[in-house]
């Protein structure tokens, strides 16, 4: 890499640290200890574990835990949004809906029943 390039790169990282950019990291969870009533084996548990686990302790049952999160649906959709000119779907929309709600402790309501909802669309050939 030439000096001409390595110095416009050092610019970009100088002008995108000094506005404040960062990379995504996991958001600190304000309870020092949860409980998560997710069903077992699903993707949701897997990675909510691994990302909860920065600051907060997963208890294994919902005694003495600071707040109680109860996955209360989840839903799997695809649907056929466009259609090539003999009738085949050419683009699909996924869609991955998870309802929840967070207790606290003598099930005092910290979050209402609050609805997640991912979409994607994907295009075949």
């Known amino acids: 890499m030439d000096n001409g390039r390595r110095r416009c790169l050092m ?59 109860t996955q209360v649906s989840e839903r799997r959709t695809k649907e056929a949004v466009s259609f090539s000119r003999s009738g085949r779907p050419r683009e699909y929309e996924l869609q991955y809906v998870v309802s929840f709600r967070l207790d606290g402790p003598h099930q005092t309501e910290l979050l209402p029943l609050t609805q997640i909802a991912i979409r994607r669309y994907i295009t075949t050939t």
């Open 11 to 69: 610019a970009g990282l100088a002008l995108l640290g000094g506005c404040g950019f960062q990379l995504r990291e996991s958001a600190e969870l304000p309870f020092r200890t949860l409980y998560a009533e997710l069903p077992a084996g699903s993707s949701l548990a897997a990675e909510f574990a691994r990302q909860a686990r920065q600051g907060t302790t997963l208890l294994p049952s919902p005694e003495g835990a600071q707040a109680i999160l």
